[in-house]
């Protein structure tokens, strides 16, 4: 958060102060309850006042979120959101805001909003529910959707390569990038918490099940059987390990990962990639964020979280220095500035 | 330096035409002439005509570029409609512009110019000027390139740097041809050129022979006084459409007490409020360039929510990419200011011409009942008033409002005489009231105006969601009651219509009943009341209601119509206000003059029409 930002809550608040009225309406056995029960319960730990919360969303079944919430809140149009929630930010510095999109909402129709929201580095914090599907509009493919899904308008199986939403990310120069998964409450709301912290856009992509159109579609990563070999927590600094006694690990082999056993060909925790989550060249992180089971774990945690200096401090720094060095100050002397004349 | 010897006729007005290459510098000609006669008192209008393309191939018909004037000791409100002089750097210019000298005006071409392959680019088979077609005008063969050359040598400037200055020995040439001291722009060429001073003394040598060349040559036989006009005291500027609505918008902000908050992305004609806004960071305007219309339109969207005075421009084809961002505002009720520089369309159509065409989109171009304010501005200077009103209205009925200005207006200049800012009116917030229950109800209203309160986010107890969704009366939770729409959507409509009430009347120029009532809106404002105040001395029964509030109209409208036998709708659109007024009052005499070529009413078509009008 800015320097400016934030004033901090008085009371110390708990999960149910940020409960709104309203009845949640999402499907039985959504994975969206998780995520705002995660967020009600991270909210209380960020210490922010609830009237500086503000949070917003575009369309879809993640766009309800705000109406959940007893903060600041504003539904507004499909993919638009982060375009609005930079109005937001940019007209009120001190407040903590947050954009809650889907893969259709952030990466079809928001497309252009997502990726200069990035690339501006606009201090706001987005939340991305990725279910690889439409539920909204009943079931049709997305562009985070596998490739051959079949859907109520792919009966014969989608034809179209899908976005990975990190490198999407990653190619519009975001500064901070996590992964996190629906199924995993503790890491969402730690991650939640990192996001608020960091200065600049902040992308999470939650991996979100939607139980009625695409069931499963994560299940290859959070299914038990599966899970210890199919998820990488990062951490930074710490060496990438993963599999059941984190007996396995990531290195470099050339330009390429691999995954390797340690103990296996003389391979020891020194031969594996040590996570740097704060390294400005993005090539590490792009291929962190591609790896997919079953060849490579899903990497979950924060990816990239790189400093670089905000949109809303470059306007703040040029509105402070427009002022100092301004010789008008007022529109009537801007009215009577450069040539006029007088008529007797 | 002063005219001398020859004869000196006087004019009460006169429209001067200077027209070239896109490159050869027509609109600093024409802008420095402007503003010397408007530093002597007369009265002025200004139309730059230029092409979409930055720099089309010289000497070819697509690259002409040109700079309209009419200067005057009486009142001008148009920059006229045929020049008396044509000042034409080279055949295309000529060959283009033409048809815009009157009968016997005068003519001064670069006869250096008129040769072999320039002919030939610009479409003549012969030398105009050698074959008779124009002996119809009082022609001047000046050679203005190889006098400029000739004025030039020593120089320290390339070939080309020198030929550039030609333009400011046309200059020369009409400042004596209108008697203007060409003081005022040897001072420009000083400070503009501060840094280089071969151009400064390239630039001023070129002016002063234009100037010496037009008094000593034989082929201009007089000089012309115009007067200065009997105008309101007081202290004048230029200003220009676009920067007045800059302006206007600025001065709204700093009355409400906010930042401005401009999210804009680049188009023509409204670029220029973006440029202007961008300079002003020192006064708390947050210029937002977005990455497309649409983001443009939310950002501001999203700076209304968090309650800042939030404004977005566009023209024509962007302004449709922004209606559903509109539609958003009109259901989350949040003041916001839509400005529509139009362009002539459909699609791109003609980027850098005018049309008033945008009116129906304004009323009507957004999904679902959708009612916006929509406003007009009349005259270059007007769009000051225009804009501050446009903001006012949004933030104390805290909806969106279109304000429609055109490529006339945003372009062309006039001398304005600066307002008192002090005594615009007040512009209130519309804060929830301090005893306002919580939890915070977003869709209350003030019973006056219907408009619901502004609480905007870093306020502590009055948390809210809001959202495009139909939301409960009063609560603003979602609602899919059908009772509860109905109610919402005749609330939001009455909510607009009660607007009425807080505009001015409408007035009636001339004649306040009678026989013709010419009804105009926006930027032909200056055509209408030319032709109506000429009709009227002539002893026609005829007014002007020039409208500025276009929904709701003025609740005197009806009023106003039935006070003539005849009512004519005069728009460069195809007849979009007149449908507009034959629905809401179909029991008048309606008529229409409408022309959609990208250009101003000329007075003389009006006045025709008025004429058919008044003795058909």
Known sequence: MGEQAVKVSEAKLTKDDFA????????????????????????????IAKEDLVFISGIGCAARFPYYLSTYGFHTIHGRGPAIATGVKLANPALSVWEIQGDGDALAIGGNHFIHALRRNVDINILLFNNEIYGLTKGQYSPTSQQGLITTSTPLGSIERPFSAGEVALGSQATFFARTIDTNPKLMSSIFIEAEQHRGTSLVEVLQNCIIYNDKTHSLITAKENRDDFQLHLEHGKPMLFGAGNSKGLRLNGLKLEVVTLG?????????????????????????????PPEFPMALGVVRAVKARTYDEGLAAQLAEGQSRAKIKSVKELLFSGETWEVS | MTATAKKRVELDRVVIRFVGDSGDGMQLTGSQFTYTSAMLGNDIATLPDFPAEIRAPQGTMEGVSGFQVQIGSVDIHTPGDEADVLVAMNPAALRANLKWLRQGGHLIVDMDDFEGKNLKRAGYDKDPLEDGSLDGYSLTRAPITSLTKEALKGVDLSTKGIVRCKNMFALGIVY???????????????????????????????????YFYAETVEALPSSYEIAPALIAPGTYRHIAGNQAIAWGLMAAAERLGSDLFFGSYPITPASDILHELTRHRGMGVLAFQAEDEIAAVCSAIGAAFAGQLAVTASSGPGIALKGEGMGLAVMAEL??????????????????KTEQADLNIALHGRNGESPAIVLAARSPAQCFEAAYMAAKLAIEHMTPVILLSDGYLANGTEPWRIPNIDSMPDIKRQSPPADVATPFKPYLRDPATLARYWAVPGTPALEHRIGGLEKADVGGDISYDPMNHQKMVDLRAEKVARVADHIPAQSVRCEQSGKVLVVGWGGTYGSLLTAVTELEAAGESVGLAHFEYLNPLPANTEDVLSRFEHILVCELNSGQFARYLKSLFPEHRYHQLNKVQGLPFRVNEVKDKIMELCHG
């Open chain 2, 335 to 352: 003041p916001l200011v839509i400005v529509d520089v139009q362009r002539a369309g459909p699609s791109t159509g003609l980027p850098t």
């Open chain 1, 264 to 292: 296996e060909n003389g391979v020891t925790e020194d031969d594996i990639l040590v996570h740097d989550a704060l390294e400005p060249d993005p090539t590490l992180h792009q291929m962190l964020v591609r790896m997919r």
């Open chain 1, 20 to 47: 709104s009225d309203q009845t949640v309406r999402w499907c039985p056995g959504c994975g969206d309850y998780a995520i705002l029960s995660a967020m009600q319960k991270a909210l209380p730990e960020m210490g």
């Open chain 2, 176 to 210: 004596w041809l209108f008697n203007r001291d060409p003081e005022r722009t040897l001072k420009f060429i000083a400070e503009k050129f501060r840094k280089d001073e071969a151009l400064i003394e390239a630039n001023t040598k070129a002016l002063q022979a234009g």
